[in-house]
């Protein structure tokens, strides 16, 4: 595991330009080049307000600013995480070529999805940094966090992608089940509501390793609050694990991916 | 000694499994939840084919070594084998060094993108770091001689600049190691030409070069050693034109046609005047041996001789009717030989020879012998193409409309 390790430092610079290749191609071939980065996200935030603004309406109290702006925060995180497994359960059978061809660590095509999905995720975030700085939405010591949760959101994406895209090559019909997952998921992960809303059930919704995470993004840059630190750490480990699991059964099946393919 | 082998294939086999196999979890969950149940039918038993048994060999450094064979003999599965890409049933695969591997030229490269966006693809694809890119790029677009088309999207290239691209970039890595597939057949004479000249560079540079192919003419050129491998096994190994022999013998073998009829080509023999061979030098003599067997009664016939050229192109036939030999008569029980003697005034290449027993009144082709023996002639660096009609220069002039006199230059 340690060589496996050594041999893709060695290799980033082919990281860094399948990450590069994919981001070039999805913008080459688009009228909308890089608006691509913000649409989707702009999308799943709009859809967030609108219902966060219909469930206003159904119990009388005014959206706040804070409300829009943590439906985005949350918005962003999640087009990151979902676009993260979208992109890279498809990234070894998309690329038959250099699976069957050329010999190379081949996790570098789902960590490659991953990263592009965060230069995304950067592109957009940044635009909204703007949009907040703006709107003087005030800054607090709490948003050191934020590199802390991203790490541990990449890490969980990650782990959980180097799995979905090996079971992609093995089982085809597993891509299908990955978008019916993801576009379940939105429902079970607090990206439209908060889980405080759900009151006695709040816990259960935080099983879901990803909610602690929306949850502490939302509250340390627009609450400028501390993440729920327990749960935190919770989220850490299943990242964690999920990591190392990944890593390690990804290894363990690669020697049969050019022959399945 | 130990130190300076770069590779060691020690007994590597590899079973590919053939038969129940479940690409779907459509098709796996009901499967395994039958046998859980055990209600499980009984399959169809798994079909396993050994596409590698115990094959065997060493390089040293700086060796060229070629790995002949044809097609489904495990040529493919062997490079995949040393390069990582698959992984061995049994058996040990060591590797010293950096390797880089030409099993298909131009597989990293993305259509949409350019020349230029490709070289840097397909250069970390194939190991290099990008610093080094930038410091190659100039001669890898050099090499490739496709500088005017370098910010043009691959998908317009055709596929003979695709492949000098590929082979551009991948021959500008510095492997210790090159493997080369099959590169060859595409690209023109001339850039065919820089590729082989670019392999002995990296030779003398003192990498190791493997190099597969059919193209028997380039092996025998670059590699001094080579070993042939047929069905999954090691036939031959050793002194390159003598694996080649072998190869040539056998795939004359397979060809052969057995004679159902009374009459039938019993034997073909290709020599020149003192031994049996199957490499000749463009321009030597040869004699070709023709037995005939006869088992019943037979109306007279010739026999034809032609030559086929590895596009199976014929080269050239004749007969014994043209030559002026009367129709052979034969009764049952009698043995009928002939000898054809040919100046080989051909090109550098493969060729296969080809023998046939034909009645030229009613035109009914007896009996067919092809290919009766695979023959390969050595390159010539004067004439490309089938045939060698020793071709000279006998005026070379220079014509100055704008000068009064007119100035030749003797070669």
Request: aromatic letters at 10%; a neutral charge.
């Amino acid at each position: 595991m340690v060589e496996s390790l050594q041999e893709l430092f060695a290799r980033r610079d082919l990281l860094y330009m399948i990450a590069w290749r994919e981001i070039r191609i999805r913008y080459k071939q688009s009228v909308m080049g890089f608006m691509w980065a913000i649409l989707l996200p702009a999308v799943i935030v709009t859809a967030g307000i609108i219902v966060r603004y219909g469930m206003s309406v159904m119990s009388g109290k005014p959206i706040s600013g804070q409300e829009i702006a943590g439906i985005t925060v949350k918005g962003l995180v999640w087009a990151f995480f979902a676009g993260a497994l979208r992109f890279s359960s498809t990234s070894l059978i998309g690329n038959p070529n250099l699976v069957t061809k050329i010999y190379m660590p081949r996790e570098i095509f789902p960590l490659a999805s991953v990263l592009s999905q965060l230069l995304d995720f950067g592109v957009a975030a940044g635009i909204v940094l703007i949009v907040f700085v703006i709107t003087r939405l005030g800054a607090s010591w709490q948003l050191l966090w934020v590199p802390v949760l991203l790490f541990i959101t990449v890490a969980l994406a990650t782990g959980w992608a180097l799995i979905l895209s090996a079971a992609c090559l093995f089982f085809r019909d597993v891509k299908y089940l990955v978008e019916v997952i993801i576009t379940f998921a939105i429902f079970i992960t607090p990206v439209f509501y908060d889980v405080e809303m759900f009151k006695k059930w709040a816990n259960l919704l935080m099983l879901n390793p990803l909610a602690p995470l929306i949850e502490g993004f939302e509250r340390t840059i627009v609450y400028g609050r501390a993440p729920d630190l327990p749960w935190l750490a919770y989220s850490s480990a299943i990242a964690f694990v999920s990591l190392v699991l990944g890593f390690y059964l990804f290894k363990r099946w690669e020697p049969a991916f050019a022959e399945s393919i | 000694m130990a130190a300076d082998i770069v590779l060691q294939v020690s007994n590597v086999s590899k079973k590919f499994v053939r038969g129940e196999i479940h690409d779907s979890l459509r098709d796996l969950i009901p499967a395994m939840a039958a046998r859980l149940t055990g209600r499980s039918r009984p399959s169809a038993a798994k079909k396993d084919f050994w596409a590698l048994q115990n094959v065997s060999f060493e390089l040293t450094r700086g060796e060229a070594f070629g790995i002949i064979g044809s097609n489904g003999a495990g040529k493919s599965t062997i490079l995949k084998l040393i390069t990582g890409i698959m992984k061995p049933t049994s058996g040990h695969i060591t590797v010293t060094g950096k390797l880089s591997a030409l099993i298909e030229v131009g597989a990293g490269f993305h259509p949409d993108l350019t020349g230029r966006e490709n070289i840097y693809l397909n250069g970390t694809i194939l190991g290099m770091k990008k610093a080094e890119i930038d410091r190659k790029f100039d001669a890898i677009v050099e090499f490739s001689g496709l500088a005017d088309f370098i910010d043009t999207p691959v998908k317009r290239y055709s596929t003979g600049m695709y492949a000098r691209l590929g082979f551009s970039v991948a021959a500008h890595v510095d492997p210790d190691i090159l493997i080369v597939d099959e590169v060859l057949s595409v690209g023109d004479v001339v850039f065919q030409n820089r590729c082989l000249e670019r392999m002995n560079t990296i030779l003398r540079s003192g990498a190791t070069v493997i190099f597969v192919s059919h193209n028997l003419r380039a092996i025998a050129e670059l590699c001094p050693r080579s070993i042939l491998l047929e069905h999954g096994k090691v036939t031959a190994a050793g002194p390159s034109q003598l694996v080649m022999d072998t190869y040539l013998e056998h795939a004359g073998a397979e060809g052969r046609q057995s004679a159902s009829k009374e009459v039938g080509i019993s034997r073909v023999k290709v020599r020149r005047s003192n031994a049996n061979s199957v490499a000749y030098d463009s321009g030597e003599k040869i004699w070709v041996d023709v037995d005939v067997d006869c088992k019943g009664p037979c109306e007279p016939f010739s026999v034809v001789l032609f030559l086929n050229d590895e596009k199976q192109y014929e080269a050239f036939h004749t007969s014994t009717e043209y030559l002026g030999c009367q129709p052979i008569a034969m009764k049952p029980g009698d043995r009928f030989s002939c000898t054809f003697e040919l100046d080989l005034n051909l090109a550098g290449g493969t060729f296969y020879l080809g023998v046939e027993l034909f009645r030229f009144n009613n035109e009914e082709l007896i009996h067919v012998f092809y290919p009766a023996q695979t023959i390969f002639v050595n390159t010539l660096t004067e004439v490309r193409g089938v045939v060698n009609p020793r071709p000279k220069v006998t005026a070379f002039e220079l014509l100055r409309p704008g000068e009064p006199t007119k100035e030749a230059m003797k070669r």
